[in-house]
């Protein structure tokens, strides 16, 4: 089959790459000729690393290579059965695009966006036929990331998301199925890793410092919040916190954090500017944390009470199942455990006690238990037996 990419950027070279390995035919269109010379170059030094790292050999490098056709024409996705759309994430643009790729494919071919934030049903409404439109969601940088959301809108037919699954789990992606709900699986239910994280700070209960150890060292997360948001990006992070706030009514659980949003103003992004939470400049000793094992645990038990009570309430929602909801936060954010089992661990009746102390403390919505919770405490029931 042949596949589509249309945006040359980071995600779409990534799964124009991974499609190619997988022994397609690739064309990888971006309207800037600029942007598509430069995917083109990076490809060639993606391919030559891994060759030197003997990851593959040179005939499959050249193969991959030889499978992606680098265009600025959208006419050449004619016969594809597949585009994926990866441009820049702005609604007005992304429809007046998936309109204009109706009429160049074929009524068999599949038409996905790789949106982050924006509905897959709006961008759907662009098209005549908008049943064979869905939201393919790779994480970056697509070819390392395993996770796939795969989410189909409210006008995808059944044949649509079937055929799109089994393409993408195809090609050794774990894929997860997913209503099409501001954030997906992903970045709804990650929301507390760097909002409460931030509330913690902004308290004075600890620095940055201190909360990335304890989340890292005794939660056993791989990196922690303040780390993972200077790699991520504050610009980034900031506004994926302000979209998903806005797309649900401004529920005070997605709050975003004023000191994310000073620092983002600051140009304080994170590794990419040389300054975010800490400073990447050569010769900075990096903060040391306090390493005081009652304040450390109290700071995960709050984090990650608020974490699971996300992944509980998204499956009360049936946003997604829960050996969904688990492997979406294992493999596309590296959480050491899925947090459905993790609550099961700890005990849901020990995790409702820590939400409503803390929402009797601050009086504040943010904190209010989901349902599922107080459902699953009464009847003793598991998520998993
Ligand atoms: P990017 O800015 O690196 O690349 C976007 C590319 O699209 C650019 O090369 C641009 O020239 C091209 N483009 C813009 N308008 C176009 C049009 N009308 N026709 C053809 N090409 C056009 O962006 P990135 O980071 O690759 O993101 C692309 C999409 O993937 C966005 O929807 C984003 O939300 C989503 N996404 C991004 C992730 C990330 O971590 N960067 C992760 C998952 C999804």
């Excluded at 504050?234 to 998903?244: G, K, M």
Aim: aromatic residues 8%.
């Amino acid at each position: 089959m042949k596949i589509g990419v249309l945006g040359s950027g980071a995600m779409g070279s990534g799964i124009a790459q991974v499609a190619a390995t997988n022994g397609h035919d690739v064309v990888l269109v971006d309207n800037n000729e600029e942007a598509i010379g430069k995917a083109s170059g990076k490809l060639q030094k993606i391919l030559a690393r891994l060759v030197e790292k003997g990851k593959i050999d040179e005939t499959t490098s050249q193969t991959i290579f030889s499978k992606i056709e680098f265009t600025t024409d959208n006419q050449q996705f004619e016969g594809c059965g597949l585009v994926i759309e990866a441009i820049v994430e702005r609604l007005d643009i992304k429809k007046v695009v998936f309109s204009e790729l109706e009429k160049i494919v074929g009524d068999d071919c599949i038409l996905a966006t790789n949106t982050s934030s924006l509905s897959v049903a709006s961008i759907a409404a662009a098209c005549e036929n908008s049943e064979r439109v869905i939201g393919i969601h790779f994480f970056n940088p697509a070819p390392l990331m395993p996770l796939v959301e795969i989410i189909p809108a409210v006008q995808t037919v059944d044949e649509t998301t079937k055929s799109a699954r089994k393409l993408i789990d195809s090609w050794g992606k774990v894929t997860v199925l997913t209503k099409d709900t501001p954030g997906f699986i992903v970045n709804r239910v990650a929301r507390p890793f760097y909002g409460e994280a931030l509330k913690i700070y902004e308290e004075g209960v600890a620095d940055f410092a201190t909360i990335d150890w304890a989340m890292s060292e005794l939660g056993g997360f791989r990196m922690g919040p303040f780390t993972l948001m200077d790699f991520i990006g504050n610009d980034i992070n900031y506004s994926v916190t302000e979209s998903v706030f806005a797309a649900f009514y401004y529920d005070p659980r997605y709050r975003p954090s004023l000191t994310q949003k000073r620092h983002s103003e600051a140009g304080w992004f994170g590794r990419k500017s040389g300054r975010g939470y800490y400073s990447y400049s050569e010769n900075t000793i990096k903060p040391e944390p306090n390493k005081d094992e009652t304040v450390g645990q109290e700071i995960v038990d709050r984090i990650l009470a608020m974490l699971i009570n996300e992944a509980v309430d998204a499956l009360f929602l049936n946003i997604a199942t829960a050996e969904d909801l688990d492997l979406a936060m294992t493999k596309g954010v590296n959480y050491p455990k899925g947090l459905l089992k993790w609550a099961d661990e700890i005990g849901l009746d020990v995790v409702l006690k820590r939400l409503e102390n803390l929402q009797n403390l601050y009086g504040d919505d943010r904190y209010r238990p989901s349902s599922l919770i107080k459902k699953m405490v009464k009847s003793g029931k598991k998520f998993y037996n």
